[in-house]
């Protein structure tokens, strides 16, 4: 982890949701900018994690530095060596707007468009893309040695991966291609003499979803055809951002074996994809637990100090529960292993399951140690 926060350029969070993602991320933007490189950790997610972990409550889509009373207790001593952002998606697309048409009121139009609001804010994998543009945007701006983006916490890691293709798929096929051209170009089939005309299929589509819906859809596929190009062409340049080498991902998990049965389904794809997965990050990892028989726990605790009496009353309890952490812990590192021995090459690195919830800044900065820190033996995998 070490290489990684000193050579990359971006290092992207990947995996589901609820298994400390956004967590991850802002550990590892924090360990780069202890290590004095200028960092912007920026998430999608629109729940307020990162902002939480980072004591920003007030985190908006411009990159913004902690307070130094957040980056003394980090233990960054550089001025403004960590930046962060949350990225607003609908922003994300109108900005791509804004540069690909030139007219103030055909930006009014799209902008108001229904169909376009309901893409850029609720249509799936909007998330996922707006993503990817703002990756794009914030490296070709410059000014960061380190740009670590958390991706939106989805069921499946590889929707952001595939979204730019995604989206050049559907830009080229043949229907988008056929309503986006020009008026002139398309003759006795234009979309404005269907939507004018008697057609039949127009007529009976209306009574389903409403003409406001037919002018909506006919207006937006007109006065959006200029952009298309711009977008197919940022999806593109997405792509081969993704695959250069200076970009990593990360696949964060849970030791279990649907988790380590999909991150190897993930590590496989980004290999045919000619993507780098630099580790795979395990966390919330039980220690190994080898006190668990009864006799030993009695003389343990009577060696403490506790009374005779109440170490009757609760060693046998204690026996059975420590049993079952270390047949979990045993579950999890059997899991590990196989991750380590199926995805050879690939690092594996080791969270262990906190006392606690992650929400503070000491918290945070000891899942940072953990990752990039002195390895401890107790978790090597043979």
Not at 48 to 67: I, N, T
Not at 120 to 144: C, F, N, R
Not at 254 to 269: D, G, I, K
Request: glycine letters at 8%.
């Amino acid at each position: 982890m070490h290489r990684l926060i000193d050579t990359k350029r971006i290092l992207v969070c990947a995996g589901p949701g609820g298994v400390g993602k956004t967590t991850t991320a802002a550990a590892l933007a924090v360990a780069a900018a202890r290590a004095g490189r200028r960092t912007l950790v920026c998430t999608i997610d629109p729940a307020p994690r990162l902002a939480d972990a980072l004591g920003m409550p007030d985190l908006s889509a411009d990159p913004r530095p902690l307070s130094d009373a957040a980056a003394r207790a980090l233990g960054i001593h550089a001025p403004g060596a960590l930046m962060a952002a949350r990225l607003d998606t609908a922003r994300t697309f109108d900005r791509l707007v804004e540069s690909e048409v030139p007219g103030q009121e055909m930006r009014r139009r799209i902008f108001a468009n229904a169909i376009y609001r309901e893409i850029t804010s609720t249509l799936t994998g909007s998330q996922e893309y707006a993503a990817t543009l703002a990756l794009h945007e914030l490296h070709t701006a410059g000014g960061y040695d380190l740009i670590v983006l958390d991706t939106p916490p989805t069921a499946h890691a590889l929707d952001f991966l595939e979204a730019p293709r995604r989206l050049t798929a559907a830009i080229e096929s043949p229907i988008v291609q056929w309503f986006s051209r020009p008026p002139s170009s398309t003759g006795l089939l234009s979309w404005q003499r269907l939507r004018a005309g008697p057609g039949l299929i127009l007529r009976r589509v209306g009574k389903l979803v409403g003409s406001q819906f037919l002018d909506d859809l006919g207006a937006f596929l007109l006065d959006f055809r200029d952009v298309l190009h711009g977008f197919l062409r940022r999806a593109q340049a997405v792509e081969a951002l993704l695959r250069q080498q200076e970009t990593g991902f990360l696949l964060v998990l849970e030791p279990e074996v649907p988790a380590v049965s999909e991150a190897l389904f993930f590590a496989a794809r980004l290999r045919e994809a000619g993507l780098h997965l630099e580790a795979f990050i395990a966390n919330r990892v039980l220690p190994v637990i080898s006190l668990t028989d009864e006799p030993t726990l009695r003389e343990r605790l009577t060696g403490c100090g506790a009374r005779p009496l109440d170490v009757d009353a609760g060693v046998t309890a204690l026996a059975a529960l420590a049993d079952h952490l270390a047949r979990l812990a045993s579950a999890q590192r059997r899991e590990l292993v196989r991750l380590h021995h199926e995805a050879p090459g690939v690092a594996l690195a080791v969270v262990p399951l906190l006392a606690g919830d992650v929400s503070t800044l000491d918290s945070l900065r000891k899942i940072g140690e953990h990752l990039v820190g002195k390895r401890d033996d107790s978790y090597a995998l043979r």
